[in-house]
């Protein structure tokens, strides 16, 4: 079935182009970045019975962040399959004028919406994969991956036993750092536009390459003062607090919801970023029609434009990083609100295992 998306056409160029997700959002230094400021936020800002474990474990943190990038996209064909779909979530696919309250918020419900798409005349797109897994492997399931890593923070911090800390609890700490990090990645992932939207890399406006550009070539290129530029724009700004405000009070604590909202945000932005590329950076437009190859725009230097992107990049980094340490800690008061001032460990998470999706 042939639909239209807006005003663009969804022809077989665009179709394979978005057949598989697999850019690094924000790239290694950018997921670095967001958790350690994270890490530092819930050091600075929070008591010590809370804080102790990411005062210490600040780099691991920044080390994990990257893992889910560096490390599980090199695993076995079989479960990246299933994984590297987690790490986007293109919210506009899935019902027009979205808003967190018109977005379905299970597994099922977003399966049942994505098929009937198929059989109404609007403007989004038809996916006719038959399976459950094979639709949410086209739309991205980060929300979903995010809550699993939550919850297994919970649970680990919840084993504690201990007030204060003994010998035995240090291993369910060290097992929630870990989680902590790894969740750090698809909280970042979200809070990139390009990561929650379907035409992902600027295709359909003759803007291809524009994923790596912003989120690598431009990152890339941030003074080295970006990480202080992330906390003080979040001590100003309290970016989290002004998403949630969309969010149900009651909802306002619970990492899918929090998932949704941040996703709801980064797409919102996706008109901005569009159009910095093609106001500042595109010096010739991709061209991606049936007859010609296929070539990424051309584009000034990240180092000529940054001045112009880099208010809205940090911007984008704040978020993450606000969000992270919001999770961390609602995960913390879960789980009881263990008294973690005590820990001390030497405990460094190089290389932990993959892990499936538990969701699908």
């Known amino acids: 079935m042939e639909k239209t998306f807006g005003r663009v056409l969804i022809t077989a160029f665009l179709g394979s182009m978005l057949v598989s997700n697999v850019a690094w959002s924000w790239g290694a230094r950018g997921h670095a970045m967001i958790g350690r400021v994270a890490a530092r936020l819930v050091s600075e800002q929070n008591d010590r019975s809370f804080a102790k474990p990411f005062e210490s474990k600040l780099e691991m943190i920044g080390h994990l962040s990257n893992i889910p990038d560096v490390l599980w996209k090199n695993a076995d064909r079989k479960i990246t399959s299933r994984t590297n779909p987690t790490h986007f979530y293109q919210v506009d696919t899935i019902v027009e004028n979205q808003t967190f309250d018109t977005l379905p918020k299970t597994i099922k419900a977003t399966v049942d919406q994505l098929r009937a798409n198929c059989q109404r005349s609007n403007s989004l797109p038809c996916y006719e994969e038959s399976t459950p897994e094979a639709l949410m492997a086209k739309l991205g399931s980060a929300p979903w991956r995010i809550q699993q890593f939550t919850k297994k923070m919970e649970t680990a911090l919840g084993a504690i036993k201990h007030n204060p800390l003994k010998h035995d609890d240090i291993p369910y700490i060290d097992e929630a750092l870990t ?30 390459g524009l994923h790596s550009y912003f989120e690598d070539a431009i990152v890339n290129v941030l003074p080295l003062s970006t990480p202080q530029l992330i906390y003080d724009y979040i001590i100003t700004n309290k970016p989290f607090e002004t998403i949630m405000q969309t969010v149900p009070l009651e909802l306002r604590k619970d990492a899918f919801a929090i998932a949704l909202a941040i996703a709801l945000d980064s797409n919102a932005h996706l008109t901005q970023l569009q159009e910095m590329d093609r106001d500042l950076a595109i010096e010739k437009k991709s061209n ?42 609602y995960s913390w008061e879960n789980a009881g609100s263990p008294n973690l001032e005590a820990y001390q460990s030497l405990f460094y998470a190089l290389n932990p295992p993959i892990i499936d999706v538990d969701y699908l």
Request: charged content about 20%; glycine content about 6%; hydrophobic content about 40%.
């Open 179 to 208: 989680y902590a990090g790894i969740v750090s990645h698809f909280i970042g992932d979200l809070t990139q536009p390009l990561h929650c939207a379907y035409d992902y890399d600027g295709v359909a406006l003759g803007q291809r």
């Open 288 to 329: 991606d029609s049936t007859n010609h190859e296929r070539h990424g725009a051309k584009r000034k230097p990240a180092k000529e434009v940054i001045d112009q992107f880099q208010t809205f990049t940090v911007a984008r980094l704040a978020v993450a990083a606000d969000t992270l340490a919001h999770i961390w800690l």
